[in-house]
């Protein structure tokens, strides 16, 4: 008798450790899954455990959990939501994901939601850096009527680290650095932000990764080692709290060139028309003015 009890005690573990979203085993390689809240404005990640060893073995084994309806029924698994997933191809780091028409039916949120679930999950794997998708083998049109390409992780901000809220796609103004670091350069960038992160913030921590390299002549403005503290803004004036790594000059850009990166940056949203850039939650005496306007004077254009 105790042997059947101990023999069925083992069947039980391993059928628990099998299924998708399991419990997690000792050195187990985890991934996230993201899936999406039955209301469908935010998308929460649940851990894995990878069992697959190749790259295709790993990426059947995500595709089949992000199909799969979860336990936790308030989330739905993304590619099980009216659509159909007609065929997966993977060519070196891209991996193009084919549905149904049906998924043109999905609200705009919605579909940017499952995206981001998508690409957050697939694109752990580590061979894998692109994800695109496929309407019927037609190209695939965001709300706004533009081509969906290759997307990356990167496109999707997570907030805090557990949670993804409703995605926007924004477009803001950068200003980063010429060659010489003596003047700034306007350009443009498009990208899904969380709506649960403050514009503000956002511009700042996009400034701080610097250009994306599709550009050229623009250099980063600002030291990448700078960390945020805290940005908010109250009666149009945004307060910037940065670390002191901030003040470290890299790239020979001056730290006046890296305070009207930020400030000219940010002046450009509606809800900011001057800006206090904090170091550890104080002014540094070098600063000078407390509160920055925009500057245009050290602006130039991009030479061609």
Known sequence: MRKIKSILLFLICI???????????????????????????????????????????KLDELIECLSTTPEKLEYKAPLAMGFSLL????????????????YKDMPPTTEVLVRAAIVRTLTQIP?????????????LYDNLENPVGWMSADEFIDNNGSEINTYELVRVSLYFANETGDSLIATYREKYYSTNTPLERFVVEELIA???????????????DTTIINVMTR???????LSE???????????????????????????VNRVQILINGEVPPSFGSAVFERNLDMVTTLER
Do not use: W
């Open 15 to 57: 059928v628990g450790l099998a299924a998708c979203g399991g419990r997690k085993e000792a050195n187990a390689d985890i991934y996230q899954v993201y899936y999406v809240s039955n209301t469908e404005t935010k998308v929460e990640m649940h851990e894995h455990a990878m069992e697959g060893a190749t790259v295709q073995e």
């Open 87 to 102: 065929d997966v191809s993977l060519e070196e780091e891209r991996v193009q994901l084919n549905v149904n028409a049906a």
């Open 127 to 139: 061979e894998i850096s692109y994800v695109g998708i496929t309407v019927e083998g037609e190209q």
């Open 210 to 224: 610097g250009p994306s390299g599709q550009i050229a002549g623009v250099y980063p403005s600002v030291n990448p």
């Open 235 to 241: 009666d149009g004036i945004c307060y910037v709290n």
């Open 245 to 271: 790594s901030f003040l470290t000059v890299v790239n020979n850009v001056p730290t006046e060139i890296s305070i009207y990166s930020i400030v000219n940056s940010l002046v450009e949203l509606s809800t």
